[in-house]
């Protein structure tokens, strides 16, 4: 009997632990993707009355089509062009069902002629929006025929169905190898759940995603996660007299925004929320962070600085800090609505950094300082990238609190977290010595040059003291390594602060000494801070985004006290709940305004430095 009440207990404990966990997550579940039909509106959009008249038909005439494709004269007369290209798509739409290369060749003329109207000057604004619409209809068609059939290779060359003619595929824009280039899909084969705001662009192409193929890495460098989708938008291009494409166009939705159709430079169509939403789908971050916080060692392997994108010199480093029972898929909607926005695409590159959030947040801010020493390392070993040293950092949460470790300096006064004795009179094994170091005595790193604090606990919250952050307190099983430096601490300190090594949950407590020294120390003056504080939504909307005082709101979480931070540059109160605060639009506008001053600071300083060189 005695054993059954404690596995009841036991079980009782991780069920506990499991709604701590949904609680107090910073992040967002249930985001991906999934496969749907769409409509093909193109079919449900009669032929105009002036194609009808020149074909002398109300249906798709394929002898007389065809007649008219031969016609060298069709390539210049716009009335002709149109006619065919509307044609030739319900052309290629009645024979998909009995021969898929039939109608890829429907498809592909459709593509031709539309392309060709698209390149001229007399085109009517009505004309170019119908053309467009059918260029990139026809367009999808052939892709999904082709990636059907397996003909195309994003990496070469694409093998034109029915004819086996070869056109070769040229990659624009990307950073990254070809050879990572492995299964395309359409974007708008796909629907987005979980992230509410899509970043859509109009404009010529198809938009697709392309899964990363792994490929090897020298050791330690590994920094993208093997499951990574990428955007690209898909364009044909024709030349007048010939029926098939003379390039596969695959640009980098990210870096080439614009494409030339014979010789006019138009917008290339965009889709960076589906590729986005797909990697999210594709991990097991959100498993992760729940392991991650009840049992540290079982992540180690799967934690450091991600990127989805290789690093690129001369971009800024914005790197996203999660906070406790969370993942890097938390930051999803605000990494989403950055990337819409070219400024900040142009001169940022976004990474995030993942952990286990059970450990106590020193030993997970050692870590990071580890992690980002490595990183320059191994991207910048020469330090010639300016842009590093910009680098911008944003914590939700108790990933705040790491990110602001990044910014001061350890020592003595810290120590005092762990006993008022000094360090060096503790009778310590090397192995405690070393790893009670890395937490507590340490400097800042110069690079970190912002800080912008989400729905940080400065203060601590309330949840830390009671029921819950007991029964977490419980659960949270240390790293190894802090497991055994703990045993030995409880024998040979015997002003442990609660006899043991507290876990994240306990040094968020309101009275933890850890805060009490962290609210001590101030900033260098090269290092800005900024904090974005999160209240419960009201019923008339009356507070959200206003830059006001509220001592006695809270997200739920934290409250306005505990977040609240003097001597910061600028201060958001965002309508939002806890877990939901840095996926506000509020919070969107506020980190874009500080990203783009934090740009215009940069560039000052750059002048400014320009000019003292030049009068020397």
């Not at 009995?98 to 109608?103: F, I, K, L, P, Q």
């Not at 619409?133 to 397996?150: I, M, P, T």
């Not at 830059?547 to 001597?567: F, I, M, N, P, R």
Request: proline fraction near 6%; charged fraction near 20%.
């Amino acid at each position: 009997m005695a054993q059954v009440n404690l596995w009841r207990r036991r079980r009782l404990l991780g069920t506990w632990a499991i709604l701590i966990c949904l609680l107090v997550l910073d992040g967002c579940s249930g985001i991906g993707v999934r496969r749907i039909t769409r409509p093909d509106l193109l079919v449900y959009r009669s032929i105009s009355p002036e194609s009808r008249l020149l074909m002398s038909s109300d249906r798709p005439d394929k002898v007389a089509l065809k007649a008219m494709l031969d016609d060298p004269g069709t390539d210049s007369d716009p009335a002709k062009l149109l006619a065919t290209a509307e044609v030739a798509y319900h052309a290629g739409r009645t024979t998909q069902l009995h021969s898929t290369d039939e109608a890829f060749y429907w498809y592909l003329m459709s593509a031709r002629q539309s392309y060709l109207m698209l390149g001229r000057q007399d085109t009517l604004e009505v004309q170019v929006q119908r053309m467009t619409d059918l260029y990139n209809g026809a367009v999808a068609q052939c892709l999904r025929l082709a990636l059907k059939s397996g003909s195309l290779d994003p990496q070469s060359h694409w093998v034109l169905p029915g004819s086996g003619e070869s056109v070769p595929v040229e990659q624009e824009g990307f950073v990254r190898d070809v050879a990572e280039f492995g299964k395309v899909e359409l974007c708008d084969d796909l629907e987005v759940v979980g992230i509410e705001r899509g970043h859509l662009f109009q404009g010529v192409g198809v938009p697709v995603l392309i899964h990363r193929k792994e490929q090897p890495e020298p050791e330690g460098t590994h920094y993208t996660p093997d499951l990574v989708s990428f955007a690209a938008t898909v364009v044909l291009h024709f030349e007048a007299g010939s029926k098939v494409p003379t390039r596969v166009q695959v640009a980098n939705s990210l870096t080439v925004p614009t494409t030339v159709v014979q010789g006019q430079t138009m917008n290339l169509a965009a889709d960076f929320t589906t590729p986005l939403a797909s990697t999210v789908s594709r991990t097991q971050f959100d498993l992760l962070a729940y392991v991650g916080f009840l049992r540290s060692d079982s992540m180690r392997e799967y934690s450091g600085i991600r990127m989805l994108e290789p690093y690129q010199p001369g971009k800024i480093p914005v790197i996203f800090v999660h906070g406790l029972a969370s993942s890097p898929i938390t930051w999803a909607p605000l990494f989403n609505d950055l990337l819409a926005d070219p400024t900040l695409r142009d001169r940022y590159q976004f990474w995030s950094y993942f952990y286990p959030t059970g450990d106590p947040f020193p030993t997970s801010a050692a870590d990071f300082r580890e992690a980002l020493v490595k990183l320059r390392q191994d991207l910048d070993p020469e330090h010639q990238d300016a842009a590093f040293d910009q680098t911008v950092l944003l914590g939700h949460s108790m990933g705040g609190l790491l990110c602001k470790l990044m910014t001061i300096d350890g020592g003595d006064d810290l120590f005092r977290v762990v006993s008022e004795k000094p360090f060096d009179e503790l009778d310590l094994s090397p192995k405690v010595q070393a790893e009670l170091r890395r937490a507590f005595f340490f400097q800042r790193q110069p690079s970190v040059k912002r800080v912008v604090f989400i729905a940080t606990p400065h203060h601590g919250s309330a949840l830390s003291p009671g029921l819950p952050g007991q029964i977490a307190t419980r659960v949270v099983h240390l790293r190894s390594s802090l497991a055994e430096a703990s045993r030995e601490m409880i024998l040979k300190i015997p002003d442990l602060p609660g006899g043991h090594v507290p876990s994240s949950v306990e040094l968020l407590a309101p009275d933890s000494r850890a805060l009490q020294i962290l609210l001590a120390k101030s900033p260098p003056a090269e290092v800005s801070y900024h904090s974005i504080i999160g209240m419960l939504p009201t019923t008339d909307g009356s507070v959200a985004g206003l830059h006001s005082k509220a001592e006695d709101q809270t997200d739920g979480v934290v409250s306005y006290a505990s977040a609240h931070l003097d001597g910061v540059r600028s201060e958001l109160i965002v309508q939002a709940e806890h877990s939901k605060v840095h996926q506000a639009m509020h919070t969107t506008r506020e980190v874009r305004r500080i990203l783009v001053a934090h740009l215009d600071e940069v560039d000052k300083g750059m002048t400014n430095d320009e000019t003292r060189m030049t009068k020397k």
